[in-house]
């Protein structure tokens, strides 16, 4: 009799759905609540995916104003950033549909902690091989913003590309955006296995997250019209090379929205 009344009385929701218990003083309603499957079919360049978009995330990496605006730290040290600006259009034509089936969205950028006590020498040397010049942490002459630090201009998505409140945002430290960050959690958490990949540079830090993600047991599917990368064209040949044959499946944001549609 006592167990049926325990049984009976209301359970409070505790934690992130799929990943949340139901829970009173007495019971710990474990089983968590599975999601409604919503099966589609994406065409990639090796094979036709059968996945379930309930399952599924898309990760933006480094579209921010360091790596894309022209005022930003890449262009300051002369890189032509204009190729890193190509995946703005077909990442905000995919977007509002993701939104739309409740997919979500992570925006992953490059911010630093302003002592940059977590970032290796080896890892400064990247961005200020001379010693001499402006990098990680440093102000930008033009408009005095830090290089990727976490809450600067620098370090902010473009404005080109609009961001909803309902988005998630991760701060990460290196091109992977698993090492030392939350990600893996918030995203086991949601119960998701399948990730879509835009951004930039695709064979930096878009390839070093999505091998993460392969190797922690993602599905990772690449969206080459929502990643670009400023190296030479040889880099992203061989990134969509290994992707293909090695870490995932390629294929694009048009493909993509037809099979949602």
């Given at each position: ?76 040290i002369g890189v032509d950033v204009t190729p890193a ?44 091989p001379t010693g001499k010049g402006i990098g990680l ?54 119960g998701k296995t399948t990730l879509f990949f835009a ?63």
């Amino acid at each position: 009799m006592g167990l049926e009344n325990n049984m009976n009385r209301p359970l409070y929701n505790l934690g992130v759905p799929p990943n949340a218990w139901k829970v009173n003083d007495a019971i710990a309603d474990i089983t968590r609540v599975p999601i409604e499957p919503r099966p589609i079919n994406l065409t990639t360049e090796t094979k036709t995916l059968r996945l379930d978009l309930a399952k599924a995330a898309i990760l933006v990496i480094d579209m921010q104003n360091d790596f894309c605006h022209p005022d930003g730290w890449l262009a300051y040290i002369g890189v032509d950033v204009t190729p890193a600006r190509t995946p703005i259009n077909p990442i905000n034509n995919l977007l509002p549909v993701l939104r739309n089936f409740n997919v979500p969205l992570i925006w992953l950028n490059w911010g630093n902690r302003p002592d940059l006590l977590n970032i290796s020498a080896g890892l400064r040397h990247v961005y200020n091989p001379t010693g001499k010049g402006i990098g990680l942490g440093d102000r930008l002459p033009k408009n005095d913003a830090p290089v990727l630090t976490v809450n600067s201009w620098a370090a902010a998505v473009i404005d080109e590309l609009e961001q909803k409140p309902t988005d998630i945002r991760v701060d990460k430290y290196r091109m992977s955006g698993f090492w030392d960050t939350p990600l893996d959690s918030i995203l086991r958490n949601l119960g998701k296995t399948t990730l879509f990949f835009a951004g930039v540079n695709v064979d930096q830090c878009v390839m070093a997250t999505l091998q993460d993600a392969n190797f922690l047991g993602y599905d990772c599917i690449l969206l080459k019209d929502c990643t670009a990368t400023t190296s030479p064209e040889f880099c992203l040949k061989a990134t969509l090379y290994n992707v293909n044959q090695c870490f995932g499946f390629v294929s694009d944001s048009q493909t993509l929205i037809n099979a949602v549609k």
